[in-house]
């Protein structure tokens, strides 16, 4: 059974945007985003809770929002400015637990199939 489901991944040139979208079949009391290029070990990205409590990593704080339009089911992760080194897989993920909700593997149960960002120079 899918939970989460990305959309919104594709290819963009350095200074672009993009809007990633998950939407969740079953209630989280926190969702977040998480990144994996090639080779690399997955990082979190961004997390917000459905109070509307949010983090973002600082390696993108500035250039990276997350909203969510219905608390606890759906969530936008919004990518500007992007960058080559952007260029990942990006998976949205959610936990039905509360508590603080952080962009850490291990917060999240449920976790979508990805979606590809593919920044060019």
């Known amino acids: 059974q899918v939970q989460l489901v990305e959309s919104g991944g594709g290819s963009v040139q350095a200074g672009g945007s993009l809007n990633l979208s998950c939407v969740g079949s079953?209630?989280?009391?926190?969702m977040g985003w998480f990144r994996q290029a090639p080779g690399k070990e997955r990082e979190g990205v961004a997390a917000?809770?459905?109070?509307?409590?949010?983090r973002v990593v600082e390696s993108v704080k500035g250039r990276f929002t997350i909203s969510q339009d219905n608390a606890g089911f759906t969530q936008t992760l919004h990518l500007n400015m992007l960058k080559p080194e952007d260029t990942a897989t990006y998976y949205c993920?959610?936990?039905?637990?509360?508590?603080?909700?952080?962009?850490?593997?291990?917060?999240?149960?449920?976790w979508g199939q990805g979606t590809q960002v593919t920044v060019s120079s």
């Open positions: 993920a959610g936990s039905p637990s509360t508590g603080v909700c952080s962009p850490t593997p291990g917060r999240f149960s449920r």
């Open positions: 079953l209630y989280n009391y926190c």
């Open positions: 917000m809770d459905v109070r509307g409590n949010s």
